[in-house]
């Protein structure tokens, strides 16, 4: 069984990762949102664990960095990055 019940762990998980964000002076509500829906998600995604955090941060960073390097290129006189 689970050392803390499904409802008491839900908002406690929400709570903690507000009060570590706070902490560091980063917050970021998505944060947040990832672990309301890791708590109530359904069996597949609790198995996948910490790859949980790690797939969706991973893959909307990259995403995002893509999206800036076409916006930002389609006109001639921006350029993204400045330098590689």
Not at 37 to 57: A, D, Q, S, T
Not at 61 to 74: D, K, M, P, Q, R
């Amino acid at each position: 069984g689970a050392l803390i019940p499904q409802w008491v762990a839900t908002p406690l998980a929400p709570a903690i990762a507000i009060g570590v964000m706070s902490k560091l002076g980063v917050i970021h509500p998505p944060a947040c949102a990832c672990a309301v829906i890791f708590m109530m998600g359904e069996p597949e995604i609790k198995n996948l664990g910490w790859l949980y955090l790690v797939i969706p941060v991973l893959f909307d960073c990259c995403l995002l960095v893509f999206i800036a390097l076409v916006f930002n290129n389609l006109s001639k006189s921006r350029s993204y990055p400045t330098y590689w």
